[in-house]
């Protein structure tokens, strides 16, 4: 397949606690891009690495890269209730102009 | 003032009906694309059309047929909808060369 798998499924963290969650993939990629999905809601885009990019910093989100290994991490440092959402992996294959998504990580911050 | 916009926000209708979701974007993008989000959350995508001219055409049955009127429009059309249908629908827009996709905000369709 040649969408990416989020880890864990389901994350629960204090407000203030950073959540990482990771994306495994098993194709060459062209890019890997992160969404948030808040509950009933559409799609919004966070970040966005190239395959010859390592790291990303977006305010309190980082996203790092490693092709050697197929994947891609995601943090949010200092987490704020309204950051409950899932949070979904998404790429793009060498051979391909598609993007794919994976079942996304659902991340409770709790106050 | 919404760059994606879907219609309608839910739908409830009855296997073997007929129905269609439109969107539109106004961020003067060239692609536009359908995912299907199942019950798992997990997006699959169904369509894209660029300029009008469909270039992605999943495994999906003939029953779903897209059409775009203009590069702003994308519209789905489902007919003899059945119970696995049932799902939230998402349209999204973007720049070939970016890769960023913008979405709706889905419609949630359920067949009885």
């Known amino acids: 397949s040649q969408q990416g798998e989020e880890d864990p499924q389901a994350l629960s963290i204090q407000e203030g606690e950073n959540a990482t969650m990771n994306c495994s993939y098993k194709t060459s990629i062209n890019n890997l891009q992160w969404y948030r999905q808040n509950s009933g809601r559409g799609l919004v885009h966070l970040i966005l690495i190239r395959s010859n990019e390592r790291e990303k910093h977006s305010g309190r989100l980082r996203v790092t890269l490693d092709t050697s290994k197929k994947s891609s991490s995601l943090l949010i440092t200092a987490s704020r209730a309204a950051d409950t959402a899932s949070y979904f992996c998404?790429?793009?294959?060498?051979?391909?102009?598609?993007?794919?998504f994976g079942a996304g990580t659902t991340v409770t911050v709790r106050a | 003032d919404t760059a994606v916009s879907q219609t309608p926000k839910y739908l409830v209708t009855q296997m073997g009906n007929d129905k269609s979701i439109k969107c539109e974007q106004n961020l003067g993008h060239d692609t536009m694309y359908w995912y299907k989000q199942d019950s798992k959350k997990f997006l699959k995508i169904m369509f894209s059309y660029n300029n009008k001219e469909l270039i992605i055409n999943e495994t999906v049955p003939n029953r779903f047929s897209p059409k775009s009127p203009d590069k702003a429009h994308l519209n789905l059309h489902i007919n003899s909808l059945e119970l696995g249908d049932s799902a939230v629908y998402f349209c999204?827009?973007?720049?070939?060369?970016?890769?960023?996709?913008?979405f709706g905000e889905g419609s949630r369709l359920t067949v009885l």
């Open positions: 999204a827009s973007g720049r070939a060369n970016t890769g960023e996709l913008f």
């Open positions: 998404a790429l793009t294959p060498s051979n391909d102009y598609k993007l794919s």
